[in-house]
């Protein structure tokens, strides 16, 4: 996410770092790289200069120039100056009084309404919610259908019809979720190629229609100034509530997340950060700018482990490492964890520091697989109790997983060296280590 931008901006710090004391000229220079590294990543021009503007007005003074750590306090306002552009505050949904809350989504044409639409829906049945998604775009080729099987990968009911007319099955869809008791609604409505004014004018009948609470501008965030250009002429048509960044996950430079807010002063509300049904964020500017410094977002990482790690098994787990009882087959379920919470450069880019650590590392997934096929060929005796694993068994397990023996030898060594970890690790003080996977070590 952000990677070539944060590792431009990482250079421009690492100089600065290693000035022992600052001068104007200094900052002056590290102003001019951080600037065409935000002008290269498609940052609006006018935005790059209020930042810059905001920037050198704190570091030429003397609490940068005075400061034991100068290079460190330039970082800290480039940070802080950052959030300020990316928002600040964290911009929650609105509700309605009286259920259901209608959120309806707008954008382009392939900008990820729809699958944004099922991520949303899963997001807040997750909160307690029971969302009702609606298809409303009556126009493209199969994106009745296209929600529907996403609805049905959820297990979410999908409202639709066939009378083409998007505001009454807008209007309709509410009626039919008071009925079946869906406190909220999600409108998946049409959009276009580029705008034009035949779908605005469709847009502004459903607002009228249904008055909807919220009203999302969903934006590919691979698009960069162009999406910002795009949410000025909905901006002044509909004046939506907040802006959704889908594909964040993708080779994006980073210009419509730092500009669009800016420029239309309305909140980034949820970004998205892969193509699986749960790869949705809530968007906090604090974390966003930490992310785009390289300094981590250990926070999410946290929040990512809490949501998928089951705490009664997190306990047992615990206990078994500290009885020194972990097994392969604990081992397995840890690995399966670990996968639900999403993919590992994703997870190690939030770990403070490992960001820049892992740039040009090739990390693979797969790996998880080859460990699972090798656990999973072997006997449930043999799972528990790997010492009986001699010569004829582990060429039976790599025949069995599509694997050569020296990689089940390799698996074997890695989980003896845990289990010597483990030991040690039982005379540490009672701490809750449950709440991580241990696995991800």
Do not use: W
């Not at 022992?20 to 200094?26: A, F, I, Q, T």
């Not at 959820?154 to 008071?178: F, Q």
């Not at 003896?416 to 970890?421: N, P, R, S, T, Y």
Request: proline letters at 3%; a positive charge.
């Amino acid at each position: 996410m952000l990677d070539d931008l944060s590792q431009k901006l990482e250079s421009v710090f690492r100089k600065l770092r290693g000035h022992g004391k600052l001068s104007e000229k200094n900052i002056a220079d590290s102003m001019k790289e951080i600037r065409r590294a935000l002008l290269e990543a498609d940052v609006n021009y006018k935005v790059v200069k209020q930042f810059i503007t905001a920037v050198e007005a704190r570091a030429v003074g003397q609490e940068v120039l005075r400061s034991v750590t100068p290079g460190q306090m330039v970082v800290k306002i480039v940070h802080d100056e950052l959030v300020k552009l990316l928002g600040e505050n964290t911009s929650q949904l609105k509700s309605a009084g009286i259920p259901p809350t209608v959120i309806m989504l707008c954008g382009l044409q392939g900008s990820g309404k729809t699958t944004f639409a099922g991520k949303l829906a899963n997001f807040l049945r997750k909160k307690g919610k029971h969302p009702l998604l609606v298809a409303a775009d009556i126009y493209r080729p199969a994106a009745i259908e296209q929600l529907e099987i996403v609805g049905k990968g959820l297990n979410l009911p999908v409202y639709s019809e066939t009378s083409g007319d998007a505001v009454a099955i807008c209007a309709n869809a509410i009626g039919e979720a008071r009925k079946k008791s869906r406190d909220v609604v999600i409108l998946d409505t049409a959009g276009r190629l580029h705008v034009d004014d035949r779908m605005m004018s469709e847009l502004e009948q459903i607002k009228k229609k249904v008055q909807p609470q919220e009203i999302l501008f969903v934006a590919d965030g691979m698009t960069g100034q162009d999406a910002v250009n795009t949410a000025g002429a909905f901006l002044e048509r509909l004046d939506f509530d907040g802006i959704v960044l889908t594909k964040m996950d993708g080779d994006t430079r980073g210009g419509a997340a730092i500009s669009i807010r800016s420029v239309t002063g309305k909140p980034i509300k949820f970004i998205g950060t892969g193509e699986k049904p749960d790869a949705v964020e809530q968007f906090y500017p604090d974390r966003m700018a930490s992310r785009i410094l390289g300094m981590g977002d250990i926070v999410s990482f946290v929040e990512k482990a809490q949501e998928t790690i089951d705490v009664e098994n997190a306990q047992k787990m615990e206990q078994k490492l500290r009885r020194n009882e972990f097994t392969l087959e604990d081992f397995l379920d840890q690995i399966q964890q670990i996968k639900k919470m999403g993919p590992l450069d994703q997870l190690l880019g939030m770990i403070p520091g490992m960001g820049a650590q892992m740039r040009g590392v090739q990390v693979d997934d797969n790996a998880f697989k080859y460990i699972e096929a090798i656990i999973y060929s072997m006997t449930v005796q043999e799972r528990r109790n790997p010492k009986i694993l001699n010569g004829s068994r582990r060429k039976r397990i790599a025949m069995g997983s599509g694997t050569k023996v020296q990689d089940v030898n390799k698996l074997l060594n890695q989980f003896g060296q845990m289990k010597k970890m483990m030991k040690k690790m039982k005379r540490m003080p009672k701490r809750g280590m449950g709440n991580i996977p241990f696995g991800l070590g």
